[in-house]
C-alpha cells in the first residue's frame, strides 16, 4: 500500500485528493489559521510520499537547504518587498483623500445618468493601489451621495464600484493574490498587469457595467436613512484635496515602469545601457519604491504629513500583511512538496491522458477552493501551489504563464457567500439583506469570474 501510494500516478493522485481534502477539513471546520492548516498538511504529504526527514526539515546542524525552508524563502524573497511596498501607496493614497478626487471628478464627467459607470471607474482605477475592503470603506459615502442625488436603488451605483475593487483585487499586482500566483508560476509581473487588464476590463464592463445596470433595475433597494446622513463625507483627510493629475500620475508610475521593464527587455537590444535602464527602474520592487517615495512627499509631507505621522501610517497599514506573507510562504511550502514528491508530474500527465486543457483544470480547482473556503487570496495561493509543478512541465510561454494566473484569479472570486467576509462587508455598508446581497453581489462575483475565464480562454488560443 505504501510502495502503491508513493511511487504509482494513481496513488500519488490519491495522496494530492486527500491532502487537499485534509487541509479543506482544517480551514472550514476546524478553524485552523490557513498557513497553518498549509504548513501541517504540506509536512504530513511529504512524509506520506516518502520524503526523507533531512530532506524535509533539514537537520540539527544546517535547515536552509530543506523543503520547509526554500519553499518558504523562494516565494517570500520575491513578493514580500512588493505587498509591503503596494500597501504603503494604497494607505498613502486613501489618507490623502485620493479616491474621493477620482470619484467626484469621473461623477462630474459622467454627469448623474452616468453615475454608475463613474462608480465602476473608481473602483477599477482606485482597486489599483487599495485592498478591497479599504476600497469599499473609503468610497461608500460616495456611493450614498450618488444613490441619494440620483433616488434610485442603491444597488445600480453600488454594484459597478464592488465589481472594479473585486476586479483590480484579483487580477491585477501589487495585490497579493497574483503576485504570490505569479512568483509560485514564475511570472513577470509587466505580463500579469497586461494580460491581467486585457481579461479583466472586459469582465469588469460585462459585470459591473452591462449585469449591473441590469440588477440595479430589479433589486430596488432604497438609500437607508442612517447612509443618506454619512453622503458626502470627507472622512480622515486633512487639508485641501490633491489634485487628479496628481493622484492618476502617482498610480500611474509603478504600472508604467513595470511595463517598460518587462517590454524593454523585448524590443530594446540586449547589454544596451536603455535596457539596463529599463530592467532596473521596471524591477516591481523598485518601481513601487519610486512611487511610495513620491506620494510620501507628495501626498504626505509637502501637504502636512510629518514624519511621525507617516510612520503609524506605514505601521497601521502594515499589520495586515503578516498574515498574507505567512499564508503565501506555506502555499510555496506546500506547492513544494507537491513537486518533490512527483505529484506535480502525475497531474501533468492525468490532465493529458483525459484530454483537460490545464488553464481549465486551474480555474476549477480556484472555484473549489473559493467556494470552500471563502477567502480569494488562499484559493489563489493555494491553487497556484497545486498546479505549479504540473505547468512548470508544460513550459508555456510567459503569456501564456499570465492567463494561467488569470484563469486562477477568475476561479478566486466566483460565488462569494456566507464563508466570505467580503459578503458581509457588502451586506452591511450597503444596507442589503442576506437574500439581497445573494441576488446582486454573489451573482456579480459570479458574472465576472466566468467572464474573466472566458476571455482568459479566448487569449490562450491566440498566444
Not at 433597494?221 to 493629475?245: I, M, T
Not at 504629513?305 to 510612520?311: P, V
Request: charged share 10%; aromatic share 6%.
Amino acid at each position: 500500500m505504501i510502495h502503491w501510494l508513493q511511487t504509482s500516478t494513481a496513488g500519488l493522485l490519491t495522496l494530492a485528493a486527500v491532502s487537499i481534502a485534509v487541509l479543506l477539513f482544517l480551514i472550514i471546520k476546524v478553524k485552523l489559521e490557513p498557513f497553518i492548516a498549509l504548513i501541517v498538511v504540506g509536512l504530513l504529504t511529504a512524509l506520506a510520499a516518502g520524503v526523507p526527514v533531512g530532506t524535509l526539515v533539514g537537520t540539527a546542524q544546517k535547515t536552509s537547504d530543506s523543503l520547509l525552508e526554500k519553499g518558504f524563502g523562494s516565494i517570500l524573497g520575491h513578493i514580500a518587498a512588493i505587498i509591503g511596498l503596494g500597501t504603503l501607496l494604497g494607505s498613502i493614497l486613501e489618507k490623502s483623500g485620493g479616491a474621493r478626487v477620482l470619484t467626484a471628478a469621473l461623477l462630474r464627467t459622467f454627469g448623474e445618468k452616468r453615475a454608475p459607470l463613474a462608480m465602476g471607474l473608481s473602483g477599477l482605477i482606485f482597486g489599483i493601489p487599495v485592498f478591497f475592503d479599504i476600497g469599499i470603506f473609503v468610497l461608500a459615502p460616495l456611493v450614498y451621495a450618488a444613490a441619494k442625488q440620483g433616488g434610485r436603488s442603491i444597488v445600480l451605483y453600488a454594484m459597478p464600484l464592488l465589481a472594479g475593487l473585486s476586479i483590480t483585487h484579483a487580477f491585477i499586482p501589487p495585490h497579493p493574490g497574483p503576485v504570490a500566483a505569479a512568483g509560485l508560476l514564475h511570472v513577470d509581473l509587466g505580463w500579469l498587469i497586461l494580460m491581467g487588464a486585457v481579461c479583466g476590463i472586459p469582465a469588469w464592463f460585462i459585470g459591473g457595467i452591462l449585469y449591473s445596470t441590469w440588477i440595479g433595475k430589479r433589486v430596488n433597494v432604497p438609500l437607508a436613512e442612517d447612509f443618506a446622513k454619512l453622503a458626502g463625507e470627507d472622512g480622515e483627510q486633512d487639508g485641501p484635496a490633491p489634485s487628479l493629475k496628481l493622484v492618476g500620475g502617482i498610480i500611474a508610475v509603478p504600472l508604467v515602469l513595470i511595463l517598460v521593464g518587462t517590454f524593454g527587455s523585448i524590443l530594446l537590444p540586449k547589454g544596451s545601457t536603455g535596457a539596463g535602464i529599463a530592467a532596473f527602474l521596471g524591477t516591481p520592487a523598485i518601481a513601487l519604491t519610486i512611487a511610495t517615495i513620491l506620494a510620501s512627499w507628495l501626498l504626505g509631507r509637502r501637504r502636512g504629513m510629518s514624519g511621525t505621522d507617516l510612520a503609524q501610517l506605514s505601521a497601521n497599514a502594515l499589520r495586515p500583511v503578516a498574515m498574507i506573507l505567512l499564508v503565501v510562504g506555506a502555499g510555496s511550502f506546500f506547492g513544494a512538496v507537491l513537486s518533490a514528491t512527483g505529484i506535480g508530474k502525475a497531474v501533468a500527465g492525468s490532465l493529458g491522458d483525459a484530454g483537460l486543457p490545464v488553464l481549465l483544470a486551474a480555474y476549477i480547482i480556484s472555484c473549489g477552493m473559493r467556494i470552500a473556503q471563502g477567502s480569494a487570496t488562499v484559493a489563489i495561493v493555494t491553487t497556484s501551489g497545486i498546479v505549479a509543478p504540473t505547468v512548470m512541465e508544460l513550459h508555456y510561454s510567459q503569456a501564456q504563464l499570465a492567463l494561467v494566473v488569470v484563469a486562477i484569479s477568475a476561479g478566486s472570486i466566483i460565488a462569494s457567500h456566507v464563508n466570505d467576509g467580503g459578503f458581509w462587508i457588502v451586506s452591511r455598508y450597503f444596507g442589503l439583506t442576506v437574500t439581497q446581497t445573494l441576488k446582486t453581489w454573489t451573482a456579480l462575483e459570479t458574472v465576472l469570474s466566468l467572464s474573466g475565464f472566458g476571455v482568459a480562454a479566448l487569449a490562450m488560443t491566440l498566444v
